[in-house]
Structure formats: structure tokens, C-alpha cells
């Protein structure tokens, strides 16, 4: 008779959770979500804008299924202890503080993150936290990686993916040749960037793999070998795109084939997901399977029952709420300042096509021979848009080239190791503004060996300001040295930039005289660049050779 009424009581409470339970979820957990609104807002708009992150809402929903599920299967738990609601909390609102100061929605959605999980802890204890896990890390997946470390690693899954679709295509007996990421062919050139934009497929695949294995409650080593393996299905599946985009013309050009070109997308995605789920059943073959590793015991599984409404009490509560609730009104003040100080970075403006006079025909040993505008995909490593005004003189030639827009800092290095080429040094320097233009660049050492091809770039990017801000060795003060490397970490919203590049090239390695033959080259660019960037953003337009 005691064990039916327990098990009855243990069964009411699965289906009728108590009231002080529901109104400490909604006080905590909202209170939480409120306080990060404004930047977690501006976040979620930025990663629309990036094709990589363009699933972040159907995580959101995973996340919310796999929290309503363990919420449902927890055992009865017990707030957490004060000591590390305070540490989280108080870590959370640090983090939300620097993001709100430096405009860094980054900041607010690592803080969110911290928050979300001492505010479980703060519910439901060390029990609670464990169980609330997974719908964490399907969070977590949106999550940017600082640094830009997204944009080398997608890269290097292009520049694997085509050299597997190469060798694919040579297997197939089809002629043709590999520079980089260009597929040669007799008659055209197939960019693996443009017909292989399937890559970005590598953090949604990712996504879905960690909710299965989270959703299917997978060992952790399970788990961990499913995620390790996905970054091979994903090559493999873009494998097979590049081929069909090489031997099927018409699957190639997003522009000319749109229809094509996404359903063959769609076909290699779910392809992907079909070789995800065929791996989870290999390493399931492989190794021994636990069905349930969250499984409580049979009389243990039952809903969460927290005694209080607010289990930090009173007045604990009270002072975290005041203190969120201000800093939601610090962002709120310090995004409007922001806004109202820059123009808006969306809809931004584009640099108009400036034409080929807009360069001198001549500077110094240099003479313009030709002029050209390019166009790629929206989400191009290169830039979706390049203006490029091609130089010659007696030993080299040199390009000119203002590609855009990038919303953070873009080390252009990356784009040309896609392209076959190899660094050797890379240095800081500052030009002297000889022809009027005084700006920080980065001057790196580019060989193809094979070939005997030597180059030198000499880059910047200039944001709205018509500021260079490539990072420089000057002793900068310590706020302006944080912001510097925040920005260059993709941490900080820092508008929309337009980069201005020289390449060098020549058959014979360059020497550092013959570099420094290009930099009143690079000053001219900056020069022109930076104005008429400046002017197109409603800034102060002043005179040329100013800045």
C-alpha cells in the first residue's frame, strides 16, 4: 500500500509540476534572457548575415526540446549552492558589461551563455546543470569562433575538398588541371569557393549531428567520435558536388542555374545527413551501445520539484534583478550612442565603381595597364565585389585591388593560400605618406615554388572613418590596443570595411627594395580609397592626399 501511494504521489507530481516551480523558471530564466536582449539581438542579426550560422534558429529549437525533455526526466533537485551563483553570475554580468562598453555582440552571447548555466544551477543545484547540458550545447553551436577562426577553417575544407574532387575527376578520366581552388578545364574554370558554397554546410552538419546524438542520449565517447567524423561527411558530400558543378555545367552557376545549383545543394546536404546518420551506426557497431546515459532510477524519474520561487531568497534576488536590469539599460544606451555616432551597417552603402582613371596612369616605375571589376557570391572569401587596376614596370607587375564589404577584420593571406600560394614572412609597418596618405599595413611573402612565382602583399582595411586598420606594432594605449585585437578577433562590431591590397608579382624573389618600389603604389590606394569611401558614408570628405 506505501509503495502505490508513492508511486501515485510520484506520478502526480509528473503531471502537475508545483506553481513555485513554473514562477521560479520564468523569474530566473527570464529575468536572464531580458537582461541580454539587446546585444543577443543584434547577434542573432549578424549570424543571419553569415551564411555559416544561417541555422542558428533551428538550434534554438533543438535546444528547447532537448531542455523540456530533461526538465520532464530530472529528479527531484535542490537550489545550488550561493557561493557559484554569485561566481556565474557575477562572471555573466562582467562579460555582458564589456560587451555592452565595446558594442560587442560576441560578449553578450558568451555572457548569455554563462547566465543560462548558473541560472540552472541556481534552480536546480549540480543535478539540474548536468541534465540542462545538452539544450546548453545545442546553444552553444552559434556560438562564433573567435579570432575568425570560421573563415581558415572553412578554407581548409575548400582546399581539401577540391584536391579529393581533383583526383576524383582524374579517376573519371576528365581533363584538367588544379591551381589552388580552380579547377582548369579546357574550354572554362570552375571555382571550387563558388561551386563548392556547400562548405558552409560544415557548422549546420554539425548542429544536426550533435542534436542526434544528444536527442538519442549516445555515450559520450559516441558522441565525440559521431562530431570528429561529421568534418569527413561534409568533405565528402561537397566532394560529390564539385564534381557534378565540373562535369555538369549547368549545375555550376548559382547566377545563370539558381534552381539547379540549390537543389543540387539540398541533394548533397541531405546526402550528408544520410552518411551522419550511416556513421552513428558504424561506431554503434563498433562499439558497445549505453541506450540511456541520463536514466535515473525507476522510482527517480519524475519531474523537477523546486521548494522555492526564488531559491536565493529575497533580497539575493532583488539585487541580481536590479543589477541585470541595469545593465540591459547600459546596452540599450551604449547601442543607441553607437548608432547614433556611425551610420547603421545595414543596407550598408557599396563603393561605387570608381573607373580607371581613379588611379594615377603612372607612379613612379609603375604604369596602369588595365582595369576590371569583379563579382562573386555574397558570401565569397574574397569579397563579394573587387575593383583591381593591373601595373606593370620593367621586372614586375602589380595589383591593385579594393575588395568588399567585410563586416570584421579579414586577414586576405587566407584567400591566397586557397589559390596555391605559400607565406614566407609577414611583417607591420606604417607607410610614410610620401603622396599624401599615411596608413599601417601588412606586408606578407608569397612563393608558388613549382612555378618559381614570387609575391609580396601589402594590405589594410578601412573602415567607414576612412581609417586604416590593419594592426601595427606603435605603442597604442592600452584601450585602443584592446579594441584593436577584439576587432581582429571578430569579437567586436566594428562596421563595414572595404580592403585595399597590392600584390607584387615576379618571377625572381623579391628583395625588400623592390617591395618598397610598391608602397607609394599601396599610399595612392589608401589615398583614393579611403576618400571616396569616406565620402560615401556621408563622412567628412576634406582633400585629397588628407585624412
Not at 609597418?429 to 599615411?438: F, I, L, M, N, Y
Not at 572595404?498 to 624573389?509: K, L, N, T, Y
Not at 560615401?536 to 582633400?543: F, I
Request: one cysteine or more.
Amino acid at each position: 500500500m506505501d509503495t502505490t501511494s508513492r508511486d501515485s504521489d510520484d506520478n502526480q507530481g509528473m503531471n502537475a509540476p508545483a506553481a513555485g516551480t513554473r514562477g521560479a523558471w520564468v523569474g530566473v530564466f527570464g529575468m536572464v534572457l531580458l537582461a541580454h536582449a539587446p546585444l543577443i539581438a543584434l547577434y542573432l542579426m549578424g549570424l543571419w548575415r553569415s551564411p555559416y550560422y544561417q541555422f542558428f534558429p533551428l538550434s534554438i529549437l533543438g535546444a528547447f526540446l532537448l531542455a523540456r525533455r530533461a526538465w520532464a526526466r530530472t529528479a527531484i533537485v535542490q537550489p545550488g549552492s550561493p557561493v557559484w551563483n554569485v561566481v556565474g553570475y557575477a562572471a555573466a554580468m562582467t562579460l555582458l558589461l564589456t560587451g555592452a562598453l565595446m558594442h560587442s555582440p560576441w560578449l553578450g552571447m558568451a555572457a548569455l551563455l554563462i547566465a543560462l548555466a548558473t541560472a540552472a544551477h541556481h534552480l536546480g543545484g549540480r543535478a539540474l546543470l548536468i541534465a540542462m547540458l545538452p539544450a546548453w550545447l545545442m546553444l552553444a553551436t552559434f556560438l562564433r569562433l573567435p579570432l575568425s577562426l570560421d573563415e581558415p577553417v572553412t578554407l581548409h575544407l575548400q582546399q581539401a575538398s577540391s584536391v579529393l574532387a581533383s583526383r576524383t575527376l582524374d579517376a573519371m578520366g576528365v581533363i584538367h588541371g588544379l591551381e589552388g581552388i580552380t579547377i582548369e578545364l579546357p574550354n572554362r574554370s570552375v571555382t571550387v569557393e563558388e561551386a563548392c558554397s556547400g562548405i558552409n554546410s560544415l557548422f549546420s552538419l554539425l548542429a544536426v549531428a550533435l542534436f542526434f546524438v544528444l536527442w538519442t542520449r549516445r555515450p559520450w565517447w559516441h558522441a565525440v567520435a559521431v562530431m570528429a567524423l561529421t568534418p569527413v561527411v561534409v568533405i565528402m558530400a561537397n566532394v560529390v558536388r564539385i564534381t557534378v558543378s565540373t562535369v555538369y555545367p549547368s549545375f555550376a552557376s548559382a547566377e545563370d542555374h539558381a534552381v539547379r545549383h540549390a537543389m543540387l545543394g539540398l541533394a548533397c546536404f541531405a546526402l550528408a545527413m544520410i552518411l551522419t546518420w550511416s556513421t552513428d551506426r558504424l561506431v554503434c557497431y563498433f562499439g558497445a551501445w549505453t541506450t540511456d546515459i541520463y536514466a535515473t532510477s525507476r522510482h527517480g524519474r519524475r519531474e523537477a520539484r523546486i521548494a522555492h520561487t526564488w531559491p536565493i531568497g529575497g533580497r539575493a534576488a532583488t539585487a541580481w534583478t536590479a543589477a541585470f536590469a541595469l545593465l540591459a539599460v547600459v546596452q540599450l544606451a551604449a547601442i543607441s550612442l553607437t548608432h547614433a555616432s556611425a551610420p547603421s551597417t545595414r543596407n550598408a552603402p557599396v563603393l561605387p565603381t570608381l573607373g580607371e582613371d581613379a588611379l594615377p596612369e603612372t607612379v613612379g616605375p609603375w604604369r596602369r595597364v588595365k582595369f576590371k571589376t569583379v563579382d562573386r557570391a555574397p558570401d565569397s572569401a574574397f569579397g563579394q565585389h573587387s575593383q583591381q587596376w593591373v601595373y606593370q614596370s620593367d621586372l614586375m607587375q602589380a595589383t591593385v585591388s579594393f575588395d568588399y564589404p567585410f563586416d570584421r577584420w579579414h586577414d586576405v593571406i587566407n584567400c591566397y593560400r586557397l589559390e596555391g600560394w605559400t607565406q614566407g614572412g609577414r611583417t607591420f609597418d606604417t607607410s610614410d605618406g610620401a603622396t599624401g596618405a599615411s596608413a599601417s599595413m601588412i606586408v606578407a611573402d608569397l612563393a608558388k615554388p613549382e612555378l618559381q612565382q614570387h609575391a609580396a602583399v601589402l594590405f589594410t582595411l578601412v573602415d567607414r572613418g576612412g581609417e586604416s586598420t590593419a594592426p601595427t606594432q606603435l605603442a597604442d594605449a592600452p584601450v585602443t590596443m584592446l579594441e584593436h585585437r577584439l576587432k581582429r578577433a571578430g569579437l567586436v562590431e566594428s562596421g563595414v570595411y572595404v580592403q585595399i591590397q597590392v600584390m607584387v608579382e615576379s618571377f625572381a624573389p623579391l628583395s625588400p627594395e623592390m617591395i618598397n618600389q610598391a608602397k607609394p603604389l599601396f599610399e595612392q590606394a589608401v589615398n583614393v580609397g579611403s576618400r571616396r569611401w569616406r565620402e560615401k558614408n556621408g563622412g567628412a570628405t576634406g582633400t585629397e592626399g588628407t585624412r
